[in-house]
């Protein structure tokens, strides 16, 4: 026999409800939990009906508590239109969801920024000199000159073929026309030095987003030139300001830089 369903006065007041505002049997039933066949069955007991063709509902109340997750209006008006209109809020098993969820036995703390072993130390001591402005300058124009040396091109499993240049004449022989000088593929070594130089770009607070620009901008260095790709001038242009201005800015963004590196060594 079929288990009798325990029904309460919140329950029917809830269907007289939703009913009356115009909500379907399914979304009903898939608010409270239960099969259609359940809903509608109570619905006709207590007389639960449709209002009728000529009804006008009364205005909304500005003031009246948000609705649940799943209700009729707010459901159909998200799903109006879509392929999922008309059906049934999915109501998530909370249950299944913690038991599915891992429970870390322990609290993971966060991995500190590998700031002391890239930064220089005394050969006799050990110890890390104190920072200052021209090395956190000269760490990111080192790191600059790294990042356009790289290749701009990886490994690729695709076919290729080469060939050598057939030598029409001594004129046209090697040496006697223009190359184009390449820069050496940086060690992993000075990959590693670049990756935590150009991090403590990120201790510049994110709200001052200009003085980032500025700094990463300067920070870009010919690898064989040893020039600025950003000159004082052009950073001026592109900001709209005057290059004193930038030099300004530039100086303020490596003392937060210096600042930040400080903090997290004495941390």
Do not use: C, N
């Not at 029917?12 to 809903?39: H, K």
């Not at 090395?135 to 990042?147: C, F, M, N, S």
């Not at 073929?161 to 057939?166: A, C, E, F, T």
């Not at 223009?178 to 991090?199: C, H, V």
């Amino acid at each position: 026999m079929p288990k009798k369903l325990p029904w309460t006065d919140a329950q029917d007041a809830q269907i007289r409800r939703l009913r009356a505002e115009g909500a379907d049997w399914d979304s009903i039933a898939a608010l409270l939990g239960l099969t259609r066949w359940a809903v509608i069955e109570r619905g006709r007991r207590i007389g639960a009906r449709l209002p009728p063709a000529d009804f006008i509902p009364a205005p909304e109340d500005l003031d009246r508590d948000p609705h649940p997750p799943g209700h009729p209006l707010t459901w159909g008006a998200i799903t109006a239109g879509t392929v999922l209109a008309d059906t049934p809020y999915p109501i998530p098993d909370l249950h299944a969801l913690i038991r599915r969820t891992p429970v870390p036995p322990f609290p993971q703390e966060p991995s500190p920024m590998p700031l002391a072993p890239h930064l220089p130390r005394d050969p006799e001591t050990g110890t890390i000199p104190e920072l200052d402005d021209a090395y956190v300058i000269w760490r990111l124009e080192e790191a600059g000159a790294t990042l356009l040396a790289m290749p701009d091109t990886g490994w690729s499993t695709r076919l290729r073929s080469s060939s050598l240049d057939i030598v029409r004449s001594a004129a046209e022989s090697y040496g006697w026309t223009e190359g184009r000088l390449r820069p050496p593929m940086p060690s992993a070594a000075k990959i590693t030095r670049m990756d935590a130089a150009l991090g403590w770009i990120a201790l510049i607070p994110l709200d001052r987003y200009v003085l980032r620009r500025i700094v990463g901008a300067r920070a870009l260095v010919h690898p064989i030139t040893d020039r600025h790709l950003f000159p004082w001038r052009r950073l001026g242009a592109v900001l709209g300001a005057d290059h004193k201005a930038v030099q300004r800015w530039h100086k303020e963004g490596i003392s937060l830089i210096v600042a930040g590196l400080r903090q997290a060594m004495a941390a």
